[in-house]
C-alpha cells in the first residue's frame, strides 16, 4: 500500500491509499472554496448521561446531487470534485461538514472506489484488503489526535437509511468520548468477568459455534453469525476468531482471510430478497475498543452488519417502543434470518 497525503483548497486533509507503489498524487485542489466553518458542540443529556452533536452547519450539506455532480467522483473533463485526481483507488479526506470538530472530534469520508456506480459488494478482494488497510491507518493516526477517545468506522448504504450521497462511501467518526453502546458492552464484560472470570464476548463466540443454528458462515480466521438477540430483522456480527481490541492488532491471517468473508456477507445480503430485488440498504459499524481505557483488551473487534428491510418492500420503522422506550421488537426469529442468509449464498 502506497500512503499520499495532501491538502485541499480549504485546508482539510485528504490523503490517497494506492495498491501501486509508483503511483504519483500530485493533482492540486483549484476549487475557490471559503475556509470551513462549522458549530459543532457536544452535549450531555443530564438525566441519560449520553451525549448529542449540535452541528447546524450540516443542513447545507449536499443533498442527493446527480451523479454527474457527485463531489465523490473524481476530478475529471473540466469538473472538479472533493477528489482533486481524475481517478483513485481509496481515498480518505476530512468532511466538508462535519458532525464532530475541534474539540468535539473530527469526521472522515472513506470512498471506497472511483466507480460512482458500484457498491462494496462489487469489489474484488484486493480493493476490499486496501480499504481494511485504510481503516487501521485511519484508526491508528485518529488515535495520536488530542482528546479522541473511540474510532468508529462504518457504511451507510442505501437511500433508506438516509444517504444522501450515492458514490460507494463510508465514514469515519473520531469521538472525544467513549460511545454509549460501547459502554453497556463494557458494563456488560465487566460484570460477565467478575461473575466467571472469563471474557464475555468469547463465550458469547463460542456459544454461537456451539449451537451452531445461527451462524451463517465460518472460517479459520473469521465467524459470522446472527446474535440471539438480534435487534434487526436481519443483522450478522462478524468477529475474529482471535480476540483483539481494535483493527491495529489483527494478524495477518486475519487481514488476509477478511475480504472473502466480508464480500460474501454483503452479496448474501444484497440476495435476502431474492433477484430483482433493490439494493438492500444496510449499516456496517465496525466497534472497537477505546483507547487509554485499561479494560480495553478485554473488549473484541467485530463489526455489525444490519439492513432495516424486513422483508420484499417493507421497512422496520423505530417506533413508539424502541424510540420512545428503548425496547426492539424484532418480526425475523434469529433462526429464521441466519437460515435464510445460509441459504442465499452467493455462487
Known amino acids: 500500500m502506497k500512503k499520499t497525503s495532501t491538502r485541499l483548497a480549504d485546508g482539510r486533509e485528504l490523503v490517497y491509499y494506492d495498491a501501486r507503489d509508483d503511483v504519483v498524487r500530485d493533482a492540486v485542489d483549484r476549487r475557490p472554496l471559503d475556509p470551513i466553518s462549522t458549530t459543532s458542540e457536544v452535549r450531555r443529556d443530564p438525566l441519560l448521561g449520553d451525549r448529542v452533536a449540535v452541528a447546524s452547519h450540516r443542513q447545507g450539506r449536499t443533498y442527493h446531487p446527480p451523479a454527474d455532480e457527485c463531489p465523490l467522483c473524481p476530478s475529471r473533463d473540466g469538473r472538479r470534485s472533493e477528489i482533486p485526481d481524475d481517478d483513485y483507488d481509496v481515498v480518505v ?3 466538508r461538514f462535519p ?9 472522515e469520508v472513506v470512498c471506497f472506489t472511483s466507480d460512482h456506480d458500484a ?12 480499504v481494511l488497510e485504510a481503516w487501521t491507518d485511519r484508526t491508528a493516526e485518529l488515535a495520536e489526535l488530542p482528546g479522541v477517545r473511540q474510532v468508529f468506522c462504518f457504511e451507510n448504504r442505501g437511500a433508506e437509511i438516509g444517504v444522501t450521497l450515492g458514490h460507494p462511501h463510508g ?14 458492552m ?5 460484570a460477565h468477568r467478575e461473575a466467571t472470570g472469563r471474557s ?9 459455534r456451539a449451537e451452531a443454528e445461527r451462524v451463517v458462515l ?8 446472527v446474535p440471539y438477540a438480534a435487534h434487526w430483522p436481519y443483522e450478522v456480527h462478524l468477529y475474529p476468531k482471535r480476540r483483539v481490541p481494535d483493527l491495529r492488532a489483527l494478524d495477518d491471517a486475519a487481514r488476509t482471510g477478511f475480504p472473502a468473508v466480508y464480500l460474501e456477507l454483503l452479496r448474501r445480503f444484497d440476495r435476502i430478497f431474492g433477484d430483482g430485488e433493490p439494493p438492500t440498504p444496510y449499516i456496517a459499524a465496525w466497534h472497537q475498543a477505546p483507547f487509554g481505557d485499561p479494560a480495553r483488551d478485554d473488549f473484541a473487534l467485530h463489526l455489525e452488519l444490519f439492513t432495516i428491510r424486513r422483508t420484499s418492500g417493507k421497512l422496520k420503522f423505530l417506533a413508539g417502543s424502541e424510540s420512545g422506550m428503548g425496547v426492539f421488537i424484532n418480526d425475523v426469529p434469529p433462526e429464521t434470518a441466519a437460515r435464510r442468509l445460509r441459504e442465499v449464498a452467493t455462487k
Do not use: H, K, M
Not at 463494557?186 to 465487566?190: D, E, F, H
Not at 465460518?218 to 453469525?225: R, V
Open 200 to 208: 464475555l464476548f468469547d463465550d458469547v463466540v463460542e456459544r454461537e
Open 186 to 190: 463494557q458494563r456488560s464484560a465487566a
Open 99 to 107: 458532525s464532530l470538530a475541534g474539540d468535539s472530534g473530527r469526521c
Open 218 to 225: 465460518e472460517t479459520g480466521e473469521w465467524i459470522a453469525f
Open 171 to 184: 465514514q469515519i467518526y473520531a469521538y472525544p468520548f467513549t460511545t454509549p453502546r460501547t459502554e453497556l
Open 119 to 130: 457498491s462494496f459488494a462489487d469489489l474484488d478482494e484486493d480493493r476490499a484488503a486496501l
Open 93 to 95: 479526506f476530512e468532511n
